[in-house]
């Protein structure tokens, strides 16, 4: 029972620390042509929302466990 304690809090501790770093990542957001090929990356939201307006597609990239996907915004 004394050993379970300490085991029990190290896996919570990590796992709270995987947790936070998913939250944590940067916001990407990428820039796609017609063909459905990156062209060029910008980390600005206000930036990507600019490209938006101005006729290009602009996705946000999202990272999870599966893979990197695609999101547009």
């Given at each position: 029972?004394?050993?379970?304690?300490?085991?029990?809090?190290?896996?919570?501790?990590?796992?709270?620390?995987?947790?936070?770093?998913?939250?944590?990542?940067?916001?990407?957001?990428?820039?796609?042509?017609?063909?459905?090929?990156?062209?060029?990356?910008?980390?600005?939201?206000?930036?990507?929302?600019?490209?938006?307006?101005?006729?290009?597609?602009?996705?946000?990239?999202?990272f999870s466990r599966r893979g990197t996907?695609f999101k547009p915004i």
């Amino acid at each position: 029972m004394n050993l379970l304690i300490p085991i029990f809090l190290t896996l919570g501790v990590i796992f709270g620390l995987y947790i936070f770093h998913l939250k944590k990542q940067p916001k990407r957001f990428v820039i796609i042509n017609p063909d459905n090929i990156i062209v060029g990356s910008v980390d600005d939201e206000e930036q990507a929302k600019h490209l938006k307006s101005r006729g290009y597609t602009v996705a946000r990239e999202i990272f999870s466990r599966r893979g990197t996907y695609f999101k547009p915004i």
